[in-house]
């Protein structure tokens, strides 16, 4: 019996129930009790107008969070085969939801048979590749078990050593992945094309200008169509769709709004070599022991793993919207949509009975509202009411109050802002934020990017340091804090607030 103990810790946009249930499968994994000795119980998924909100059993998530940091810090986890599994699982993941794989040249000469094979193989391989990122979200997304445990280390050592350093930036150094991201590989070019335009041109003030500068030289425009070959795919997320010229040159045109481009340019240039000497150093002037250097080590890889995770994911995502595109095709009246909101064994049930498993008119009711019940191994999907209502009455409810002006959360990265708020809540929001707001949301994710360039400061309810908001504010070196819980209930898009990431608060001063 479903507890009623629920806390929503994610809420996201872009999703659906097919995507969803492929990173719930790794995640409600009998592997979990073989290698760590404890279960993931429970989790709901409440899918409505593209946009999901997913709750777990609030104890045994924290059960969950804190058995992974006393494993981590005893050694009785090895972290270092988390690292290999991760690794690894992601590169099977992407090998077998390959072209390649099938067989084929495309999804259209495929046999219904061959492609419940593929199928069948590409999801074994995708849900263990999430089997393998849950501990770098568990150990701390909501409860902040390890973030918690990291602020206790840096606070002790710095007292301790009588040293002149923040606690959130010799976290942020300390906790920074050493290992090369593609984000990080296509963050490079981009600052270099925005280097040399502004060398060239100097202030840049529209998009349109941006491309006719880039148009002005023809190796310009080789290196951009390039980096939008490689790298298009990234951000694919759940849905897509892949990012286009346009995307680029939009990107590009929100770097060249800093002035500090050229600094911008050379440290993205120079990070991987300078984040390991500037970490070696800070662990010297911290004095940290063998193991409080081992727990910032591991706080850095997963969040590599992470991202690394998310990247993988959006390969794989693309390739399974091609699939099921082509599956669509062979039955009438069904679309890509609709199947997105089918269950992974429906699909297969459908390819091999090659009849409809729901009706039609059911599976347009779950793209309206729908609810992904898991609980241990087992799952199921309510729809209408139902869904609901079951939703809703497992949660604890948590209060926030409009008259509240201040809130705090954790640090993700340092620093200060005072802008306008703009609440963000799914794809169709992100037109909202202008340069200078702050941007508030649940969670971010890659489908953000073109408002977190615009926006002076992140604040969001949920995350770790491991965030796609943490990892992106390094990256940007824009103010952030995370794990608030309640900013996008306390604040309302117009509110004028002060955002001061070095104290973790953030403050309404306009009312």
Known sequence: MLSKIHIVINEEPGINLFTAQNILDGFHTKKLKN??????????????GGYVRWSVNKDNW??????????????????????????????????????????????????????????????????????????PVAIDYEHHMLSNELLRIAKSRIAENKLDVS??????ILTS???????????????????????????????????????????????????????????????????SWGDFIELVYNLLQHEDIENRYLEAMSYIHDIPIKKKDLVQKLSLTDQEEMIFAVAADFAYLKTLRMETRSLINDTFDLCLTEIASRFEGLTLNDLRYYTFEEVIKLLNSNKLPILLSESKQRRQKCLYVAEGYKHKVLIGKDAEKLFDDAQITIDASSEVTEISGHVACLGYARGIVRIIRNKSDIGKVQKGDVLVASATSPDYLPAMHKACAFVTDQGGISSHASIVAREMKKPCIIGTKVATKVFKDGDLVEVDANNGTVRRING
């Not at 279960?39 to 409440?46: I, K, P, Q, T, V």
């Not at 606690?167 to 942020?172: E, K, L, P, R």
């Open 35 to 48: 290698t760590f000795g404890f279960e993931f119980s429970e989790s709901l998924a409440l899918f409505e």
């Open 167 to 172: 606690t959130s930036g010799a976290i942020n």
């Open 177 to 243: 992945p050493s290992q090369d991201t593609a984000a990080m590989k296509e963050n490079r070019r981009l600052l270099f094309l925005a280097n040399e335009i502004t060398k060239k041109f100097g202030t840049i003030n529209s998009i349109e200008a941006t491309e006719n500068a880039i148009n002005s030289e023809a190796d310009w425009i080789i290196f951009l169509q390039n980096t939008v070959d490689d790298f298009d795919i990234y951000k694919y997320e759940y849905e897509g769709p892949r990012r």
């Open 62 to 135: 924290w059960e969950i969070g804190q058995k992974l940091l006393e494993g981590i810090k005893s050694c009785e986890i090895d972290f270092r085969l988390i690292h290999r599994g991760a690794i690894s699982s992601c590169e099977e993941a992407l090998k077998a939801s390959s072209l390649q794989a099938l067989g084929k040249a495309n999804f259209a000469d495929a046999s219904n048979l061959e492609l419940v094979k593929f199928l069948v193989t590409a999801w074994e391989k995708s849900t263990e590749m999430h089997y393998w990122g849950f501990t």
